[in-house]
């Protein structure tokens, strides 16, 4: 009886055996071990197959059979087989592509990434020689995208999809970077915290990006620093400053240094208050990576950034109104401005990988900042009808005054974070998760008040002396502590109707100050047909909850500012709906795409936007909401480098104190463009283009908000065009210099011209009245055009 139950049993199990399916899983790199993503893996004489993601992996589920033949092809690579016999199992199968140099020679078509999520990448070599003021910076170049509007050229500062300047992430190389919290005028900014010579990949996403990433509203910008492959540097070098990187690399250690100075002061000059402008910003960072062994990676990002901004003003002339009421605003100033913004940045990670599909990684950060804004300026003013007068001032003045602006503001912050992050691939499913302890700091120590005394002002005594225009005082310490949990889930899927991709996760967070919790549910769907592959479509939909820092937690009170311990978290319910589709015209490749938004908000806290200030009321006060359409057209006119251009139009209203008005960074349509392309009988010129025409910004009164009344500033229209010419062309793949320049790789000079149509361009506006109580807004002109020489060595 037990002879004929085991021989049952082993039976059974047999069966089984034979039943169970064979599960063949891997990854595809190319000759520099870097992953190919859109491989195509199919069992030959069958339609059965799978494509790569983005880490070069796949995985297949088969049923058993004597043979299995597994086909790898991908446009320009060589097609790779392999045979499995008898195949049985969990199967790993590692596949190296190499480049197919015969048939890249005969085609040079590639077709563009399909976006599947909303995390979009872009082309990081695309903005070396992007002609901006900053010298390239990937914020110009995010600019430039849809559904994004930078603060001004003079700064990295933007807005997405009608948010504010401070709804926006960034990370470099998974740590989260902040921005200094007192700049109030693109002239103070400086340099940006990420430096172009050292990056190696760059994502973007306007919306709908998954829970992976922090409790900002709006954008995430997600950096990736490069590891270089042998020792290299570059030295760029212009008349507003320069930069110079040097990297190395070997089997276990890599290094990555870069230096930036600049100094923007003939750009300034191009402004209306004329003056001895004196900029002078400097930032060093570092990117290290050592190997300890095959299972454990270490890594350090260092940053130490010094911008100082020194001004002493002289005078300014103003012409304003229109054609036939013209006046001329003119200020003889007395005083100066010295301000100082240093930050450092350090952080280590420590990745400990103990197989293929399972990784941890324990980082820890600390972020410090010093920032001092101090200034006292005196100017004597005149309103005049322009033409009026000849050789005297007074002659036609309809408005005489004197204005006096005084600073002394200081603020000292830190934040220490330390968190653990893990990865598990489980069959077609890729597993994240995360928690982030944060530790904040913030010392304020500001006093700062603005004297207008001019016809149709009159100086009111007060308890207090002299009513001033606008007076603030803040003496605060916040010491807080924030946790930040997220839980994700990607799954890649593949049928008979096309490829599915799907990201579903959670995020939560708590902040102690407030004793709030939050919770972010957050999903995205893509499909990409198999009837028609040109297509690739993505939904998405999620709960955004931003919790305040110390700026939204400021509630002035008769001028003295106190914390609000009663604020809650913004929230942003969003919902996105986009499409892909790629083509080829002129033996080019290219990509329209387009996605449609709502995004209603809650519980926002209300602000006005003055130049780069923005200024929050310091309570949960308005709802309201944001919808609109993105259109973009992406095109390689220069093998290996993406042009593009954007469209978007935009509604952004919020209800406040009862009144429906536009929200302050509501500009209902854009359009940019960015341009590469060589000239055909001169292959060694480059020709580089950034345009931007966007609508203007609601104003309102300073220190009132919008619901007292508001109009808009006029539309801001800028190009921006540089000429590049190598005086070494680039290597090319196998080949090599001799004698004394055989350690370059490229030399280029560069000329280029911003704001090439000279438009006038207004940032903020100052108040005056004239003799009858009439108020006036003279606008602030931003920079002229100007001239730019640039050199750019790669060794």
Not at 87 to 92: E, P, V, Y
Not at 289 to 318: C, M, Q
Request: charged share 25%; proline share 3%; glycine share 8%.
């Amino acid at each position: 009886m037990l002879k004929h139950c085991f021989i049952t049993i082993i039976a059974v199990l047999s069966a089984l055996y034979v039943a169970a399916d064979v599960n063949i899983r891997g990854r595809v790199t190319d000759s520099d071990k870097k992953p190919v993503e859109f491989v195509t893996v199919r069992v030959a004489g069958t339609a059965k197959g799978t494509m790569t993601d983005r880490d070069g992996r796949y995985s297949l589920s088969l049923a058993p059979c004597d043979t299995i033949r597994l086909i790898y092809s991908c446009v320009g690579y060589r097609e790779v087989t392999r045979m499995f016999v008898d195949a049985a199992g969990d199967i790993t199968m590692n596949v190296r592509m190499r480049l197919d140099k015969r048939r890249l020679k005969e085609v040079n078509i590639t077709e563009y990434r399909k976006q599947t999520g909303n995390m979009q990448r872009i082309n990081a070599a695309a903005y070396r020689f992007s002609p901006d003021v900053s010298g390239g910076s990937v914020e110009s170049m995010v600019m430039t995208m849809a559904g994004v509007s930078g603060a001004n050229e003079l700064s990295s500062a933007y807005s997405v999809r009608g948010g504010s300047y401070d709804e926006n992430a960034i990370y470099i190389n998974g740590i989260e970077v902040r921005r200094p919290m007192m700049v109030n005028a693109g002239q103070q900014e400086g340099l940006s915290i990420i430096n172009p010579d050292m990056v190696g990949a760059v994502e973007f996403s306007a919306g709908g990006f998954p829970a992976e990433y922090g409790d900002r509203m709006s954008s995430v910008l997600d950096i990736t620093y490069r590891r270089p492959e042998r020792l290299e540097a570059s030295v760029d070098i212009s008349l507003m400053g320069g930069g110079l990187s040097f990297g190395q690399s070997s089997d276990r250690f890599s290094q990555l240094h870069g230096v930036r100075y600049k100094r923007n002061n003939s750009l300034l000059g191009g402004l209306d208050t004329k003056g001895e402008y004196d900029p002078d910003f400097f930032d060093y960072q570092t990117n290290l990576n050592l190997k300890l062994n095959s299972h454990w990676k270490l890594a350090f990002l260092g940053d130490v950034s010094i911008n100082k901004y020194g001004f002493v003003p002289e005078n300014r002339s103003t012409d304003f109104g229109t054609v036939d009421n013209t006046k001329r605003f003119t200020v003889y100033f007395d005083g100066r401005e010295k301000d100082r913004f240093d930050t450092w940045l350090g952080a280590v990670t420590l990745r400990y990988q103990p197989s293929r599909n399972t990784d941890y990684t324990i980082l820890a950060s600390g972020y410090l900042t010093d920032e001092l804004v101090s200034y006292d300026i005196t100017g004597e003013y005149w309103l005049n009808e322009a033409g009026v007068y000849d050789n005297d001032i007074n002659d036609g003045a309809i408005g005489i005054g004197r204005s006096r602006e005084h600073a002394r503001n200081r603020i000292k912050a830190s934040v220490f974070s330390a968190g653990v992050r893990g990865n598990m691939a489980l069959g077609a499913n890729n597993l994240s998760y995360g928690a982030i302890f944060n530790r904040e700091n913030v010392r304020d120590r500001s006093r700062e008040w603005v004297m207008i005394d001019s016809a149709g002002y009159v100086l009111q005594r007060t308890d207090r002396g002299i009513d001033m225009s606008h007076f603030l005082l803040s003496s605060q310490n916040l010491e807080s502590s924030r946790l930040s949990l997220f839980i994700q889930d990607a799954v890649r899927l593949t049928s008979s109707a096309g490829h599915w991709w799907l990201n579903a996760g959670i995020r939560a967070g708590y902040w102690n100050f407030n004793k709030e919790w939050t919770v972010s549910p957050r999903v995205s769907v893509g499909f990409v047909p198999e009837a028609n592959r040109h297509f690739a479509f993505r939904v998405s939909a999620g709960l955004y909850c931003q919790a305040p820092f110390y700026k939204e937690v400021k509630f002035p009170v008769d001028g003295v500012v106190e914390l609000n311990r009663d604020i809650k978290s913004q929230r942003s319910l969003q919902f996105i709906f986009g499409t892909d589709y790629t083509f080829s015209a002129f033996g080019r490749p290219f990509r329209f795409s387009g996605e449609a938004y709502y995004k209603a908000l809650s519980r926002i806290i209300p602000y006005e936007v003055d130049n780069l200030k923005v200024i929050y009321a310091g309570y949960n006060g308005a709802d309201g909401y944001t919808a609109g359409i993105d259109l973009k057209l992406f095109g390689e006119f220069v093998p290996g480098s993406d042009s593009w251009i954007s469209a978007s139009l935009m509604k952004s209203q919020e209800t406040l104190n009862g009144v429906k008005v536009p929200r302050p960074n509501d500009r209902r349509y854009g359009f940019a463009m960015f341009f590469t392309d060589y000239f055909p009988r001169l292959p060694k010129l480059k020709f580089n283009l950034r345009g931007v025409f966007s609508d203007g910004l609601p104003v309102a009164y300073p220190y009132m908000s919008r619901d007292k009344g508001y109009f808009r500033a006029p539309a801001y229209k800028r190009i921006d065009v540089g000429l590049s010419y190598a005086l070494l062309s680039p290597l090319k793949e196998g080949e090599y210099r001799s004698g004394v320049w055989r350690c370059i790789k490229s030399v280029w000079l560069g000329v280029e011209c911003f704001n090439l149509l000279d438009i006038s361009n207004v940032s903020n506006y100052y108040w005056v009245t004239d003799t009858s109580g009439i108020g006036y807004a003279v606008p602030n002109y931003l920079t002229r055009r100007q001239f730019n020489v640039r050199l750019t060595i790669d060794f």
